[in-house]
């Protein structure tokens, strides 16, 4: 992508990795993840990771007592994801739904994560992204949500809000555990979302890390 095409939105960034991507110093999701700069702009993730899909997971509405009588706001619980190993989730509150949801995008974006995908399961060989590499687990409210790489062709043996999160992330084959008030959509999403995090935060083992790099160089 040319720095012309950057910039024929119009955005004008307002943080030094903003600007780094403007510049063409990061040129990719991935690089500017590792800048170890914080990413506080949507417009840098429209930048870099184009064309998103974006799942509503849930739409609550919240009513609140005020000293000007009864407030009624939605809350919206989105996960966003590329389906190739980025990630993003947030909910988000307004008066109005559509409201709700843009907002709750947006903070998905800087809420975005690159997933630890892998062959972790012993039925695959070290190299493959069809799954995880290790066991994820996550906690939200109650809720826990246990993620466990599975053999290819398996595919999601998971619930619909957890298939749909993972499905967005580009997780192919996984086992899931959940264990707590799982009805909650919120929880349940949530719990999942920290899972891969938890996992992307943790180092790639080094056999598997090495074959990925050796696929990647062949491809």
């Known amino acids: 992508m040319s720095q012309s095409q950057r910039n024929s939105d119009g955005w004008t960034p307002r943080t030094r990795l903003g600007r780094m991507v403007q510049d063409g110093d990061v040129t990719s999701m991935e ?20 064309g998103l899909d974006d799942e509503v997971l849930d739409i609550n509405m919240v009513q609140r007592m ?11 619980v989105v996960a966003i994801g590329n389906r190739d190993g980025f990630l993003g989730y947030a909910e988000g509150r307004d008066d109005q739904v559509g409201s709700a ?15 630890d995908r892998g062959s972790g399961s012993w039925e695959d060989s070290a190299g493959g992204v069809n799954s995880l590499t290790r066991n994820a687990e996550g906690k939200a409210g109650s809720v ?13 043996a998971a619930a619909e809000t957890v298939s749909n999160i993972l ?53």
Do not use: H
């Open 31 to 50: 690089q500017a993840l590792n800048s170890g700069l914080p990413l506080k702009e949507p417009e840098l993730v429209d930048q870099l990771l184009p």
């Open 66 to 76: 005020t000293d000007s009588g009864r407030r009624v706001k939605f809350r919206c």
């Open 101 to 115: 949801i843009q907002k709750a995008i947006d903070v998905a974006k800087l809420n975005l994560i690159s997933v």
């Open 144 to 156: 826990t949500v246990e993620v466990m790489p599975a053999p290819q062709g398996l595919g999601l």
């Open 167 to 219: 499905e967005l992330a580009g997780v192919q084959d996984a086992w899931t555990r959940s264990n707590g008030n799982t009805r909650t959509t919120v929880n349940l999403a949530k719990a999942t979302y920290n899972a891969l995090r938890n996992a992307s935060q943790s180092r790639t083992p080094r056999r598997a890390a090495a074959k990925q790099r050796e696929q990647e160089v062949s491809e």
